[in-house]
């Protein structure tokens, strides 16, 4: 498996999805310069956290527009699994591979600590590793991290599957306490319609590996690598 970490002026979880990817995969991935406007084949693509571009305009706007993307965008609607975490998911709906968008949290404060995320479905690349309806924690660590989606949008997400994960109680309950930004519906992560692009706020590469407090995102990083090897 061949696997490319996008990287931007200022991403800052690039060398720990890195990390993740290669504990998984058993070789580092490639890491690929935003100005490169074409990189070699891969098997997927992950767009990591971090402040692309400083976050002017909004976050992820620039970076959507980068030289880069045209492939990444590319490569993606021909069915090539992509993963957004954080700004990478800021990112990816900037760029029109995820429905809806990424705004202001509801408390307009930066939030930085574990939270609780439900698994809506284990029937995806991303998530095989998982059962539906497990609960995970996993570190959020973003401003603008609240999913917002205009009423038709939210409708076929549920009709089709493409909520990815939700902000839960321990009970994996949502609820308004264990909703760390506002978002609508406690939506934590979101898919295409193929379930070949998943973006989500927390960042599964920071509870990877036992020597980091935990390793709840493992099994997506084992999953990918299993599905696509």
């Given at each position: 498996?061949?696997?490319?970490?996008?990287?931007?002026?200022?991403?800052?979880?690039?060398?720990?999805?890195?990390?993740?990817?290669?504990?998984?995969?058993?070789?580092?991935?490639?890491?690929?310069?935003?100005?490169?406007?074409?990189?070699?084949?891969?098997?997927?693509?992950?767009?990591?956290?971090?402040?692309?571009?400083?976050?002017?305009?909004?976050?992820?706007?620039?970076?959507?527009?980068?030289?880069?993307?045209?492939?990444?965008?590319?490569?993606?609607?021909?069915?090539?699994?992509?993963?957004?975490?954080?700004n990478g998911f800021q990112v990816l709906t900037e760029a029109g591979l995820l429905p809806g968008v990424l705004m202001?949290?509801?408390?307009?404060?930066?939030?930085?600590?574990?939270?609780?995320?439900?698994?809506?479905?284990?029937?995806?690349?991303?998530?095989?590793?998982?059962?539906?309806?497990?609960?995970?924690?996993?570190?959020?660590?973003?401003?603008?991290?609240?999913?917002?989606?205009?009423?038709?949008?939210?409708?076929?997400?549920?009709?089709?599957?493409?909520?990815?994960?939700?902000?839960?109680?321990?009970?994996?309950?949502?609820?308004?306490?264990?909703?760390?930004?506002?978002?609508?519906?406690?939506?934590?992560?979101?898919?295409?319609?193929?379930?070949?692009?998943?973006?989500?706020?927390?960042?599964?590469?920071?509870?990877?590996?036992?020597?980091?407090?935990?390793?709840?995102?493992?099994?997506?990083?084992?999953?990918?690598?299993e599905a696509l090897s």
């Amino acid at each position: 498996m061949k696997a490319a970490v996008i990287v931007f002026p200022g991403s800052n979880c690039d060398r720990d999805v890195k990390v993740a990817l290669a504990q998984s995969m058993g070789s580092d991935p490639i890491m690929v310069w935003h100005k490169d406007t074409d990189f070699e084949a891969v098997d997927l693509m992950v767009l990591p956290g971090g402040f692309s571009y400083g976050d002017y305009l909004r976050c992820g706007a620039m970076a959507a527009h980068a030289p880069v993307m045209t492939e990444v965008v590319r490569r993606a609607r021909d069915g090539v699994p992509t993963l957004g975490i954080c700004n990478g998911f800021q990112v990816l709906t900037e760029a029109g591979l995820l429905p809806g968008v990424l705004m202001r949290n509801a408390e307009l404060k930066f939030v930085c600590r574990d939270v609780l995320i439900r698994v809506e479905t284990s029937q995806s690349l991303f998530t095989a590793r998982y059962e539906a309806g497990q609960v995970l924690r996993i570190p959020v660590a973003h401003h603008d991290g609240n999913y917002e989606a205009d009423e038709d949008t939210f409708k076929r997400l549920e009709d089709r599957e493409q909520i990815a994960f939700r902000y839960c109680d321990r009970d994996g309950t949502p609820s308004e306490t264990a909703n760390p930004n506002g978002s609508m519906a406690n939506i934590a992560g979101v898919y295409n319609e193929s379930k070949t692009v998943l973006g989500l706020m927390p960042h599964p590469e920071r509870l990877s590996d036992p020597q980091l407090g935990g390793d709840d995102g493992r099994p997506l990083f084992d999953g990918l690598v299993e599905a696509l090897s």
